[in-house]
């Protein structure tokens, strides 16, 4: 015979056990995050290399490589801002196909993430890049000789 208690761990036995797999349809996001994350470790030291060269040339009143960078800042400044507004129509879809709202449980903890101030300060600091990038371009490399 089974006591009362034995039957209810049963039950949690059976969850406990469901396999995981990363290559599910449901775990697409972890997968992207998994495979981005091991590319960092072996790219991250050529990458670092690469810039580190671009940087120099760039001091080196390089035009071609000053662009570069300034095509980067550029890049930083736009792409986040484009890839919100692109994946927020899908965002709310997937909500509205899980019948939950903005305001549920499980987004409480993403407002002290995505704090705004530090998007606004990050932005101010690409944007000075850009600026200080875009104007050695146009009025050349003495525009900040007077001041």
Not at 59 to 85: E, H, K, Q, R, Y
Not at 127 to 138: C, E, K, L, N, P
Request: net charge positive; glycine share 4%; charged share 15%.
């Amino acid at each position: 015979m089974t006591s009362p208690d034995q039957d209810k761990a049963q039950p949690q036995e059976k969850i406990n056990k469901q396999t995981f797999s990363l290559f599910a349809r449901h775990n697409r996001g972890l997968l992207l995050d998994v495979s981005v994350f091991v590319a960092n470790i072996f790219l991250m030291r050529s990458l670092t290399r690469y810039v580190m060269v671009l940087f120099d040339q760039a001091s080196n009143n390089d035009p071609v490589a000053s662009f570069m960078l300034l095509s980067g800042s550029i890049a930083m400044w736009v792409l986040p801002v484009a890839g919100s507004v692109l994946k927020r129509w899908h965002f709310h879809r997937r909500l509205a196909a899980e019948h939950k709202t903005l305001a549920s449980s499980q987004t409480t903890l993403i407002g002290c993430v995505f704090n705004p101030i530090l998007y606004f300060c990050l932005n101010l600091v690409v944007m000075a890049a850009i600026v200080a990038g875009v104007s050695t371009a146009v009025m050349g490399p003495h525009s900040s000789d007077d001041g």
